[in-house]
């Protein structure tokens, strides 16, 4: 099986910033696409950034120019840096990959456990 692993979340001020990480491990054979997706209180989860394999982004307009995605092929891990973080970007943060298995046709849609990130002062 696969998992994905966060870490980074937390409480922060206003204008601060956050680094989230998520580690990909298990039998994987390739990784297609990897991505952050996050649901505050009494919203439905919400695209945050995704970055495919060749490096392309795409980004939440509520997020752009803020918060930055990158992606470690060698360690099958993605990063979200989060900067000039507000209140409403409190949130349940949660990973997410596309996977390709060996033994499997059609790649596989795995999510992390989600980690909370709180912007208070």
């Known amino acids: 099986q696969v998992q994905l692993v966060e870490s980074g979340g937390g409480l922060v001020q206003p204008g601060g910033s956050l680094r989230l990480s998520c580690a990909a491990s298990g039998s994987i054979f390739s990784i297609i696409g990897m991505g952050w997706y996050r649901q505050a209180p009494g919203k439905q989860r919400e695209l945050v950034a995704t970055i495919a394999s060749g490096g392309s982004t795409n980004y939440a307009d509520s997020v752009k120019g803020r918060f930055t995605i990158s992606r470690d092929n060698a360690k099958n891990t993605v990063y979200l840096q989060m900067n000039s973080l507000k209140p409403e970007d409190t949130a349940v943060y949660y990973c997410?990959?596309?996977?390709?298995?060996?033994?499997?046709?059609?790649?596989?849609?795995?999510w992390g456990q989600g980690t909370l990130v709180t912007v208070s002062s």
């Open positions: 997410n990959a596309l996977v390709n298995v060996p033994g499997r046709a059609g790649y596989l849609e795995v």
